[in-house]
């Protein structure tokens, strides 16, 4: 037991003093889900809105329910500014998207039958600022109709009854049809953001590859000569054998934790919260990608040739699976659920988006039968890796 752990932890130390390979293996996921997860980001983000109602009439109590309705929250951030002086001044340093002004003759206008209106000042960016128009044209369209219909019914009971419901309903309504491009049932990602998707692919791809860092490893020793004088100190052999393999496996959970948790608090990932089921499927598919290469490097017997087909097959099963363009699976006539990868992604992409477990421990199950019968392989093909003359 001492022998094992004292290989896997030197080896552990000898990965973390390979600069090249920890920004290959943790920097350049890192990258790749940052520009791929920004450029097909198409959610519509909530606009700050600096708002001030200097109105204290009959209407203030309406339009503030409006403004701090919960079901506007995906529409606008409303920012409390406390005069109008202050909303410009927020709008033009960049503070807020969008502001509004209510002035405080709004209410004695309106309940007069007189056209009035809200003060706007539009920012920087135009979706924000067509975003917050659409929002407070739906509730100033309520007013206006309200005040043709006390021009045309009785007053009274028009200014009396008809404004204040009218009020009561633009506020209950949704103001504006917003639809993230990101989510829904014709989304590009199924119920994933874009970062959600690319994070999760990005991350069993890399995976894989750490798992490649065993095959690599034994294959640099033995053309060393290192596993050849290994083999003849008074130790059993398998059992260092098992510990090169195991600092690999440690070099990924590293790995993924280092992913995982960065995404998180850097890239505001939603992973589901299933931590326990994320670890069972990083460990699956770290053996299930150091199964493979060990599989691979027992044909093709040199560093350089198992490297060329392993990234091979790695980026074959990544591309098959969606994890380079979205969609490409359903054109692929079902190739991808041949893939480690495939098996991976659903899982993870079912615990982000919280949706049946059965889904996430279907593609559990099937990703450990891949890993098991890959490891079973690499175990009776592993004497033509480490062994000089096998």
């Known amino acids: 037991m001492r022998v094992w752990w004292t290989t896997a932890y030197y080896e552990l130390i000898k990965y973390s003093r390979m600069r090249s390979v920890l920004i290959i293996l943790i920097g350049l996921p890192l ?60 709008v033009r340093e960049g503070l807020a998207d969008y ?38 044209d739906r509730y100033m369209s309520s007013v206006n109709m309200e005040i043709a219909a006390t021009k045309t019914l009785d007053e009274a009971a028009a200014a009396g009854a008809g404004v204040q419901s009218g009020q009561s309903a633009a506020a209950s309504e949704s103001p504006i049809d917003i639809h993230n491009l990101g989510m829904g049932d014709s989304q590009f990602f199924g119920e994933t953001s874009a970062i959600q998707y690319y994070s999760a692919a990005y991350l069993i791809m890399f995976l894989l590859y750490g798992g490649m860092t065993a ?25 260092i054998v098992f510990g090169i393999i195991v600092g690999a496996v440690m070099l990924a959970a590293l790995q993924a934790v280092v992913i995982v948790v960065f995404t998180t608090y850097f890239y505001g990932v939603d992973w589901g919260g299933q931590f326990g089921a994320i670890s069972l499927i990083c460990l699956l598919t770290t053996a299930a990608g150091a199964g493979l290469a ?67 421990w279907h593609g559990i199950g099937i990703l450990t039968l891949i890993a098991l019968a890959l490891t079973i392989i690499a175990v009776i093909r592993l004497p033509k890796v480490v062994k000089q003359h096998a």
């Open 215 to 239: 095959a690599i490893a034994l294959l640099t020793q033995k053309e060393n000569g290192t596993l050849h004088r290994l083999y003849a100190i008074p130790h059993s052999f398998r059992v």
């Open 294 to 360: 060990i599989t691979i490097a027992s044909i093709a017997r040199t560093r350089k040739t198992t490297q060329t087909l392993f990234t091979i097959v790695v980026f074959s099963m990544t591309f098959l699976s969606g994890g380079m363009m979205t969609g490409v699976e359903k054109l692929v006539g079902g190739a991808n659920k041949l893939t480690i990868n495939h098996w991976a992604n659903i899982s993870l992409r079912a615990i982000m988006s919280e949706t049946n477990d059965s889904d996430v």
């Open 31 to 90: 990258l790749l889900i940052l520009l791929l997860g920004s450029a097909f980001d198409t959610e519509i983000k909530p606009a700050k809105v600096a708002y001030f109602n200097e109105d204290q009439g009959e209407l203030k109590a309406s339009i503030d329910s409006f403004w701090n309705d919960e079901a506007n929250r995906h529409y606008v951030k409303v920012l409390q500014a406390e005069s109008e002086s202050e909303v410009k001044d927020w």
């Open 99 to 136: 502001g509004v002004y209510i002035p405080d003759y709004f209410s004695k206008q309106v309940l007069a039958g007189d056209a009035s209106k809200w003060f706007t000042y539009s920012g920087r960016y135009e979706e924000k600022n067509i975003a917050a128009d659409a929002f407070v």
